[in-house]
C-alpha cells in the first residue's frame, strides 16, 4: 500500500465509450502525475500537475483529457479511444520541491477494444 | 529522454547479492541519482537515492563513484520476490518539481 489509490484497476471500453480513470492520494502531496506503459515498453509521462496546475502536457492526443479539481485527485477522462491505447496507466504523486521520492499507484490496466 | 544506460537484464541466485550498474556520464552538479522497481504490472517502487555519497537503507545499497558517472544497487541477499525492472534515473532537485523520465531499466531474475 503506496498511499495512491487508482480505480478502477481493470477497464474494457469499446472505442466510442467514455469512461475516466481515477487517482486519489492522502500524503498530502501537492504534484500529481499520469503515466502510461504500453507493453514492453518504458513508462511514458504524460502529464503533471502542481497545486491543482497542469504543468507539463508531454503531446498527448485530446482524447485524454486531465482533471485535477484539488490537491488529492486526478482523473482522466478517456473518449473516442483507439486500441493501440491499450496500457497500464499509473498515477504518482510527490511533494512539491526539493528532493522527493514519488509515490505510485498500482495502476488501471486498459484494453480497448 | 532517459540520461542514464543499463544493461537489459541480469540474473542473480537467491541469497546471493545483486550489483546492477547504471552509466549517467552526462549528470550534472545537482542532479541525484534515484533508483526504483517495478514488480510485473505494478506501479514503480522507490528503492534509495544519492546525490555523491554512498547510501544505505532498508532495501539496498547505493554506491556512487567518486566522478558521479556511474553507480551500482547493491541488494545484499536476493530473494525472488526482487525479481523486476529495476530503473536508475537522474533527476534535478529543486524548489519546483521535476518528474521522473524512465528508460528501460535492468530486468532482474532472481534464481531459486
Known amino acids: 500500500e503506496t498511499g495512491v489509490t487508482q480505480t478502477p484497476r481493470h477497464l474494457v471500453m469499446g472505442m466510442t465509450n467514455k469512461k475516466s480513470l481515477k487517482c486519489e492520494q492522502h500524503l498530502g502531496h501537492n504534484a500529481m502525475y499520469w503515466y502510461k506503459q504500453s507493453a514492453k515498453k518504458p513508462l511514458e509521462l504524460m502529464f503533471v500537475?502542481?497545486?491543482?496546475?497542469?504543468?507539463e502536457n508531454n503531446s498527448v492526443p485530446s482524447r485524454f483529457s486531465p482533471e485535477c479539481p484539488n490537491s488529492s485527485h486526478l482523473f482522466l477522462h478517456l473518449h473516442t479511444l483507439q486500441p493501440e491505447d491499450s496500457a497500464l496507466y499509473l498515477c504518482a504523486s510527490t511533494r512539491t520541491g526539493g528532493n522527493t521520492e514519488a509515490f505510485f499507484g498500482q495502476g488501471t490496466r486498459l484494453t480497448v477494444v | 529522454d532517459a540520461k542514464t544506460t543499463q544493461p537489459t537484464s541480469m540474473d542473480c541466485a537467491e541469497g546471493r547479492a545483486a550489483n546492477l550498474p547504471c552509466n549517467h556520464s552526462t549528470i550534472s552538479g545537482n542532479e541525484y541519482v534515484y533508483w526504483y522497481r517495478q514488480i510485473h504490472s505494478q506501479g514503480p517502487q522507490y528503492i534509495i537515492h544519492?546525490?555523491?555519497n554512498n547510501e544505505t537503507n532498508e532495501m539496498a545499497s547505493l554506491i556512487i563513484t567518486e566522478d558521479r558517472k556511474s553507480s551500482t544497487l547493491i541488494l545484499p541477499h536476493a530473494t525472488l520476490r526482487d525479481t523486476a525492472v529495476y530503473y536508475c534515473?537522474?533527476?534535478?532537485?529543486?524548489?519546483?518539481?521535476?518528474?521522473?523520465?524512465f528508460g528501460k531499466g535492468t530486468r532482474l531474475s532472481v534464481i531459486a
Open positions: 544519492g546525490l555523491k
Open positions: 534515473i537522474v533527476r534535478v532537485a529543486s524548489s519546483g518539481n521535476t518528474p521522473l523520465v
Open positions: 500537475y502542481n497545486f491543482k496546475e497542469q504543468t
